[in-house]
């Protein structure tokens, strides 16, 4: 009975061992300059505050832990392990990158791995297999990767990738080189488009029109100054005795206006051109820009 006793006392750890955790999936996912990206799942016994788990490749980068809630978990790798604080944690991700896994030998790419457990492995885009040292569990294509479920063990896998051939240069479809086309005659050199004239008919009627238009504003601008009334005259001419700026309220004054006449007086004036108003505190000024005399 003592011996039995002893012999689960010994053993117990072992077993007790083989519990802290269990690898749910591992999948590799390799890219086209030779990084791999690898995901690990693990289920935990929660009753553990830590595990200590094997790296497939002592040099990572990025490597992000998370518990089953997505919250980052501490950790601390020595050499090719890592001890993960799971804080009762019962499932655990692993994310990470790493060159060292593949090699590249001239065009050829080579993965190899060493897993104690089984792998998804995803080969690079458009990535044709040449050697494989051993048969997969599965192999399947998507989205033109190749996609290889391999048993734990020693992994070997050699891939190359389609060579791009340019397309050759589109050539002319005559038979004589653009280089010993004879050069073209200046008779074919000219212009496909007839040359037109312009008749000197038209460049008179231009003229004419152009003279018309010009009498037009002359006459529209005396026009505006004959159309000056007496009153409007002689509020320019005491605008200019002042300085040339007043206020309303002085206009008012000096020609004992009503505040609604001033204000078209102005207004009048302003659209014809001679003043213009501005905003002087609460009040308007006027200003004279041209005289009429």
């Known amino acids: 009975m003592l011996i039995i006793i002893l012999l689960l006392i010994t053993l117990s750890p072992k077993v007790y061992a083989q519990q802290l955790y269990s690898i749910s999936s591992t999948e590799i996912i390799i890219f086209r300059d030779g990084v791999a990206h690898v ?21 990572v980068e990025n490597l992000i832990v998370l518990d089953g809630n997505n919250m980052p978990l501490n950790y601390v790798i020595e050499k090719q392990n890592i001890t993960i604080n799971t804080l009762g944690a019962s499932k655990v991700t692993l994310d990470y990158f790493t060159s060292t896994l593949t090699q590249k030998d001239g065009n050829i790419w080579t993965l190899k791995l060493i897993t104690p457990y089984e792998v998804k492995i995803t080969l690079p885009d458009q990535s044709n297999i040449i050697y494989l040292n051993n ?9 033109n990767k190749i996609i290889l479920s391999v048993p734990s063990g020693f992994w070997e896998i050699s891939y190359v990738f389609p060579l791009i051939i340019p397309s050759p240069p589109i050539m002319p479809s005559s038979p004589t080189s653009p280089l010993t086309t004879p050069p073209k005659t200046i008779e ?35 026009g505006k100054s004959m159309g000056l009334r007496l009153e409007d005259k002689e509020v320019l001419q005491f605008i200019a005795e002042r300085g040339g700026k007043v206020l309303e309220a002085e206009l008012r004054q000096r020609f004992l206006l009503p505040k609604s006449s001033t204000w078209r007086l102005v207004r009048r004036l302003e659209r014809m051109g001679y003043v213009r108003v501005n905003k002087v505190g609460i009040q308007n000024e006027v200003e004279l820009l041209r005289k009429v005399w």
């Open 39 to 59: 995901i690990q799942n693990l289920d935990v016994n929660e009753t553990l505050a830590s595990i200590s788990i094997p790296l497939l490749s002592p040099s």
């Open 135 to 143: 048969l997969p569990s599965s192999i399947t294509t998507k989205d």
């Open 188 to 222: 074919e050199a000219k212009p496909t488009q007839p040359f037109i004239k312009f008749p000197i008919e038209y460049v008179a009627i231009i003229i004419i029109i152009l003279a018309f238009i010009s009498g037009l504003l002359l006459v529209k601008r005396r």
